[in-house]
């Protein structure tokens, strides 16, 4: 969830109206507590996350659940998992193409449904023997694919014309 989100704890702030954002209010790490947040008519759970990027900045993560009794090494578990499916998501509608369907009938929309799902499938097992991430193979194919095409441009140059 984003920072600036407005959250308040407790029903007595609740009555008074009384909202503050997420980076305003102090929240101890990986100690998940129960909030309001506007727009929302039930309490959730909030805890946060603090860790370290691979450039050594450091960066925070606000995690919510409308399970209230969650103890907070569940939240990371759970959104691990999530995570996963969110990235499956994102690959499949941006390097597989899923998001772009030209089609109008529902045979060619199956059709491209399939070919996505493939599409993706093929990334997946080239990820594993290239060592490179769906983004990357996608960068990877797309500047061969350019190169082929340049070839055969040049070639056709060549090509007497009656």
């Known amino acids: 969830m ?3 989100r407005l959250c308040m704890f407790g029903t007595e702030d609740r009555n008074k109206g ?14 998940p507590v129960e909030i309001w947040l506007k727009g929302l008519e039930i309490p959730v759970l909030l805890c946060k996350h603090v860790f370290t990027n691979k450039d050594g900045s450091r960066g925070e993560m606000y995690l919510v659940t409308n399970n209230l009794e969650l103890r907070p090494e569940e939240f990371k ?9 969110e990235e499956y ?16 009938t ?8 399939f070919a996505s799902l493939l ?3 093929k990334l ?5 023997s290239q060592s490179l991430n769906h983004f990357a193979l996608k960068a990877k194919i797309y500047l061969a694919a350019n ?4 070839r055969e441009l040049d070639n056709m140059k060549n090509y007497k014309t009656a």
């Open 2 to 4: 984003k920072s600036n």
């Open 18 to 31: 009384k909202w503050s954002s997420l980076d305003k209010v102090s929240i101890r790490a990986e100690h």
């Open 77 to 85: 578990t759970l959104y691990k998992r999530r995570w996963s499916v």
């Open 89 to 104: 998501h994102k690959s499949l509608k941006q390097n597989a193409s899923l998001a772009k369907s030209p089609t109008r």
């Open 106 to 113: 529902v045979r060619t929309q199956s059709n491209h449904l």
């Open 119 to 121: 599409a993706y499938i």
């Open 124 to 128: 997946e097992s080239l990820k594993f």
């Open 147 to 150: 190169k082929a095409a340049w």
